[in-house]
């Protein structure tokens, strides 16, 4: 019998050791920019050495980047604020959450999301930036017949977990996506506008205070999406619209410029 309690506890030993998604290493407790990450994936290291964009560089706010306003021309949005650009390993985890099913890259996602965002907001309110509080997160939402299929948002997962470790307050469902539009991928940015054109609705009246809403996606390309959305909130009587997202596609020039790593 003796060694069946040794096989117990030699079980319960290799369950509770995480290994770094990618480096193997054992994962312990990691910290991003003083903010404790409540994750499991990472190892310090690896956390360390992900290619984030320098938000102190563009103050926290990707659309003062000339080379990003310029591939943005047709935007509702305020403010854009992204953990990095769409490369390793960022492409690759992105891809497995939203195809494969890797739910426990949300949490990553956002607990990244939670530390950059927390230092941005340090770091303008030691400079005398003014900061407008949040006042709404919301999510990019999938159509009905979407998330039936694949039977999730990976934007909600990563809004949902973003909002609660911030103590934000989160609506999943105040936008309603309710026309089921074609792929976006390999559009051009005007036929990208023309596909999402009345794509979604407001499914009740904002409350009067609600004048700084959050808006978090995946990944942005051509900001089309987030664009349409914004314009509906400010229809709506919001005054600042914040997109948040973990990945932006850079222009092929000067992809290293704003990054760290």
């Known amino acids: 019998m003796a060694w069946k309690l040794a096989l117990r506890k030699f079980k319960r ?22 903010y404790s990450l409540p994750q499991a994936l990472l190892c310090q290291y690896c956390i360390n050495d992900l290619p984030y964009f320098n938000q102190n560089l563009i103050a926290g706010n990707l659309l003062s980047w000339p080379a990003i306003h310029r591939i943005l021309p047709h935007i509702h949005f305020d403010q854009l604020f992204a953990l990095s650009p769409y490369i390793y390993p960022f492409n ?22 939670c530390a950059q965002w927390q230092k941005m907001v340090m770091h303008k309110a030691v400079i005398a ?9 919301i ?15 990976q934007a909600h997962l990563i809004a949902k977990s973003f909002a609660e470790q911030l103590a934000l307050t989160y609506d999943a469902n105040v936008v309603m996506r ?7 991928m390999g559009k051009t940015g005007n ?3 023309k596909n999402l054109a009345d794509a979604f609705s407001l499914q009740r009246k904002l409350a009067s205070h609600i ?6 996606d995946d990944v942005v390309t051509t900001g089309t999406t987030a664009s349409e959305i914004s314009k509906l909130l400010k229809q709506a009587g919001v ?14 020039a000067k992809k290293s410029s704003v990054v760290v790593g």
């Open 139 to 153: 999510s990019v939402p999938l159509h009905v017949k979407k998330w039936q299929i694949r039977g999730y948002n």
């Open 13 to 34: 030993y290799c369950t509770s050791i995480s290994c770094c998604d990618l480096c193997g290493e054992n994962v312990g407790n990691s910290v991003l920019l003083d």
């Open 178 to 184: 309710v026309k089921n539009n074609d792929s976006q």
């Open 92 to 113: 690759k985890w992105l891809g497995q959450i939203k195809y494969l099913g890797r739910f426990e890259l949300a949490n990553l996602f956002s607990a990244l999301l």
């Open 239 to 252: 005054e600042t619209v914040t997109l948040v997202a973990v990945c932006l596609t850079l222009p092929k």
């Open 191 to 193: 036929q990208r506008r």
């Open 211 to 216: 004048k700084h809403v959050l808006i978090i």
């Open 129 to 137: 930036m003014e900061i407008r509080p949040i006042d709404l997160v």
